[in-house]
């Protein structure tokens, strides 16, 4: 199993630009979740899904989009990047109640 | 929401030496709380968790206990060893919400040889 898989793994991208990252899982979770972690924030959630067709917002949506057409892919859109969304980026998924999430490898964005 | 509280923000020990990080969280309806180490430059993963019917948990040289009136909780790493070294966050789930964690700013922990 691949298990939570997210590309690209590095992006620099130009302030007004806009880009997805992708994110991918082979386990049949339902719960998908982006996260970002920036230096002494830890990891704040930006939106996640409990399923199929089911998004809802995080603590920190503006500037992101997501969708979920299928179980498997969770992608996040930056619709105008700007160089506060620099951060590193984190898909994860679970099976949901009391059980753990598993993250994929991250991505590291950088604006400018 | 949920918020989850977490210290100290770095913690530096030596080889040998016990390290303790501490959680609070806010919403009483939290019966999930697991811990996960992240090394530099990769991804979160799991090390071990704690359900609200459990008061302590142990695996090996790290343990978990969880106080329920207080709403806190903590990790206990004992005989540190360098590759303990790392950042570790603590999170909570919400009984009946989204099952999504909720997680604390992280504790980088250094271990000194």
């Known amino acids: 199993n691949a298990g939570v898989t997210q590309t690209p793994k590095f992006q620099v991208l130009k302030t007004g630009q806009s880009m997805t990252l992708q994110c991918a899982q082979d386990m049949n979770h339902e719960y998908m979740s982006w996260y ?77 | 929401g949920e918020n989850v509280e977490q210290h100290p923000s770095t913690l530096s020990v030596q080889e040998g030496d016990s390290a303790v990080i501490k959680c609070t969280y806010s919403d009483s309806a939290s019966n999930y709380f697991p811990w996960y180490k992240q090394e530099l430059g ?35 790493i004992t005989e540190t060893q360098p590759e303990d070294s790392a950042v570790y966050f603590c999170a909570s789930q919400v009984a009946g919400g989204s099952y999504i964690p909720t997680f604390g700013r992280g504790t980088s922990l250094i271990v000194h040889p």
Do not use: W
Request: proline share 4%; aromatic share 8%; glycine share 8%.
């Open chain 1, 36 to 112: 970002r972690q920036d230096p002494g924030m830890g990891l704040r959630l930006i939106h996640y899904s409990v399923g199929a067709g089911i998004t809802d917002q995080g603590e920190v949506p503006n500037g992101y989009n997501v969708s979920r057409s299928t179980t498997e892919d969770f992608p996040l859109r930056l619709l105008s990047a700007a160089p506060s969304q620099t951060s590193v980026y984190f898909c994860a998924s679970s099976y949901g109640e009391n059980t753990e999430a598993f993250f994929g490898q991250g991505t590291r964005l950088t604006v400018v």
């Open chain 2, 42 to 76: 990769k991804r979160p993963q799991l090390i071990i968790d704690i359900r609200s019917n459990v008061g302590e948990k142990k695996d090996q040289r790290i343990a978990v206990t969880l106080n329920k009136t207080a709403k806190h909780f903590s990790l206990h």
